[in-house]
């Protein structure tokens, strides 16, 4: 990243994403969301074990871990340095030689080999600011393959940040199509999807008799296709 209109993503990383005692306990403060929906919601698109997935700011692998457990070729990239040792340690002592952990950017990652057959981001694209997240979402489209899938997520029910980011991103990128999400590919839980087919859970959803037990954390997920 040489180029000097280009800005520092370091700079808008997020000051606690840089901080080794921040990381550590990164886990146990963000707890252990279950991966396997959107390892099914990539499956379905027909990603195996010969697929290669791309997780953009991949964190400490709440992800990218699980996935290399599934899919061909995992590259989880992320800006901080301190999130990369993280999940190379985790993933060597998962013995996961197939997870490639990437010290990169949306805007800076050069992606090599084979167009990606998926791209994952959950929590991170929000880093960016806005004119520099249109520029990443295409940077995006363009490691897709053909009929490549992008899993957009993020931990916000801000519309802007969700619905709105995908809306912008669509007009920005006739190469790229919503591909609506069934109830059935999360265990039948039509109250999370969206008349547009994307993921939206509420703490409202999933009740229970005792109310500590009850209720999702408010989430958003699109999947798009690469036509
Ligand atoms: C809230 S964490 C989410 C991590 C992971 N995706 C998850 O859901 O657990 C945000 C991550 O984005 C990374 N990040 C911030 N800006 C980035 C950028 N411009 N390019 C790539 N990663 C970035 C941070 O270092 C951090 O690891």
Known sequence: MTDAWMIDELAYAGPEHLDTEFVAGYDRKQ????????????????LGPQSVLVDLGAG???FALPAARRFGQVI??????????QLTERAAAAGLA??????????????QG???????????????PDFWKTIALGRIARLL?????????TCSLEPEEGEQ????????EPSMRRAPIEASEVAG?????????????LPCHLPHDDPRLGGLDGFYAARLVKS
């Open 165 to 172: 980011a995908v809306s912008r991103f669509l007009a920005a």
């Open 98 to 111: 197939n997870l490639h952990a990437v010290r990169a950017g949306f805007l800076s990652y050069e992606h």
């Open 145 to 153: 393959r053909p009929g490549g899938t992008l899993v957009y997520c």
């Open 31 to 46: 707890g252990y969301p279950d991966p396997e929906q959107e390892l099914a919601v990539f499956a379905a698109q027909g």
């Open 114 to 128: 084979p167009p990606a057959d998926g791209v994952y981001t959950r929590h991170a694209l929000h880093q960016l």
């Open 60 to 62: 400490t692998g709440q």
């Open 76 to 85: 989880a990239v992320d800006i901080s340095p301190v999130m990369v040792r």
């Open 189 to 201: 839980l039509a109250e999370i999807v969206t008349a547009e087919g994307d993921l939206r859970t």
